[in-house]
Nanobody, 121 residues
Framework: QVQLVESGGGLVQAGGSLRLSCAAS????????RGWFRQAPGKEREFVAV????????SYFDSVKGRFTISRDNAKNTVYLQMNSLKPEDTAVYYC??????????????WGQGTQVTVSS
């Protein structure tokens, strides 16, 4: 099992940027794909981005393409989500996850506790 801890959330104005980090411990970090999901109040959790174990393959939710970038540093056991040009509709709790490369909750077996991102208009 992989333990995941997110950080970097906060309050930002529309058009601003934030970088989320997710540190991993436990079983071999580099062998897992890593994903970011988010859940807004009253909505289901949705896929945001995923990166494969080597960092060579990435996929994004359509609404964040060109604004968000997922990356990973296997030497630091950490995955990042750089979020630029933030919009109020990006407001949500953001969760990182570890598992296999995919877009579904069921593709991931380990989850962090979440970090709040709030974008003011």
């Amino acid at each position: 099992q992989v333990q995941l801890v997110e950080s970097g959330g906060g309050l930002v104005q529309a058009g601003g940027s934030l970088r989320l980090s997710c540190a991993a411990s436990g079983r071999t970090f580099s062998s897992y794909a890593r994903g970011w999901f988010r859940q807004a109040p009253g909505k289901e959790r949705e896929f945001v981005a995923v990166i494969d174990s080597s960092g060579g393959l990435r996929s994004y939710f359509d609404s964040v393409k060109g604004r968000f970038t997922i990356s990973r540093d296997n030497a630091k056991n950490t995955v990042y989500l750089q979020m630029n040009s933030l919009k109020p509709e990006d407001t949500a709790v953001y969760y990182c996850a570890a598992g296999r490369f995919g877009h579904l909750d069921s593709d991931f077996g380990s989850w962090g506790q979440g970090t709040q991102v709030t974008v003011s208009s």
